[in-house]
């Protein structure tokens, strides 16, 4: 729980002890108390209720909130650690755009993100392996699982590298 929200609906004490307890409780004067105790008017039910409607929305909106702001702590954390990884960590759609790449990826293949993201995957695979990611996108896409593989993928420079 982050924390409560707490409303009095009903009417204030108006018992000379309790009204003494609050006011050390809350350090309040005790004579402020009895003067907003004694000038309080009864609030119909139908306001009540309503004021009970609009607190249980708040309250479920902020913990939406809350809800959102931690997913969005464990993203960046998530994204850190890819970031910070020496593999190659690529993001791409099930067309095989690229859409992230991290720096293990600018590191192995020698391209900086800016270079690749938005370009087709295949731009890794060397012209005899064109058709192996395109067969990946596809059993991806139908729900296949797909095995762990070896395989060859090309630098910005050039060179193949193995790859897995």
Request: glycine share 8%.
């Amino acid at each position: 729980m982050v924390g409560s929200i707490n409303f009095g609906y009903g009417d204030p004490p108006r018992d000379p002890q309790r009204l003494r307890e609050l006011a050390e409780k809350y350090r309040v004067p005790l004579d402020d108390l009895r003067e907003q105790a004694a000038t309080y008017a009864s609030r119909p039910p139908h306001i009540i209720g309503l004021a009970k409607s609009r607190l249980a929305s708040s309250a479920r909106l902020i913990g939406e909130i809350v809800k959102r702001r931690r997913a969005e702590e464990e993203a960046r954390d998530l994204a850190a650690v890819v970031q910070s990884s020496d593999d190659a960590i690529i993001s791409k759609t099930l067309d095989g755009t690229i859409v992230s790449w991290n720096k293990g990826a600018e590191n192995i293949y020698g391209y900086a993100a800016e270079e690749v993201i938005g370009q087709p995957i295949s731009m890794l695979a060397p012209p005899e392996r064109s058709g192996e990611t395109a067969r990946i996108l596809e059993a991806i896409e139908q729900g296949k699982h797909v095995d762990h593989f070896e395989t060859v993928r090309r630098t910005k420079d050039g060179r193949l590298i193995d790859v897995s």
